[in-house]
């Protein structure tokens, strides 16, 4: 079983910059693709940006494509997640989320484990 813990959001002003960590326990992290979701109030989950395992591949949606950045150290069993240039729309609950094996990175479906999220607040 793995269990992820998000930390870092909080309440932004419009174009400020926030950075999101998950973090895992135990010594098979670097086995694990990862990804961030986000959902907002009355809107479905949706994808956000992913990482391969060794963080050669990553991959974005193109709402937050050229702000937000991904990234792994498999040293600290911790995934982040960079957001600069904030958005009012930006705001939702922010998940972290690890995969077993995966085909589709961009799906949610494709993911196994699920941290509890993180609020990301953006004011405009």
């Known amino acids: 079983q793995v269990q992820l813990v998000e930390s870092g959001g909080g309440l932004v002003q419009a174009g400020g910059s926030l950075r999101l960590s998950c973090t895992t326990s135990g010594r098979t992290f670097r086995r694990y693709p990862m990804g961030w979701f986000r959902q907002a109030p009355g809107k479905e989950r949706e994808f956000v940006a992913a990482?391969?395992?060794?963080?050669?591949?990553?991959y974005y949606a193109d709402s937050v494509k050229g702000r937000f950045t991904i990234s792994r150290d498999n040293a600290k069993n911790t995934v982040f997640l960079q957001m600069n240039s904030l958005k009012p729309e930006d705001t939702a609950a922010y998940y972290c989320?690890?995969?077993?094996?995966?085909?589709?990175?961009?799906?949610?479906?494709?993911?196994?484990?699920w941290g509890q999220g993180t609020q990301v607040t953006v004011s405009s």
């Open positions: 989320a690890a995969a077993d094996a995966i085909n589709n990175y961009y799906s949610m479906g494709q993911y196994h484990y």
């Open positions: 990482i391969s395992m060794s963080g050669s591949g990553t």
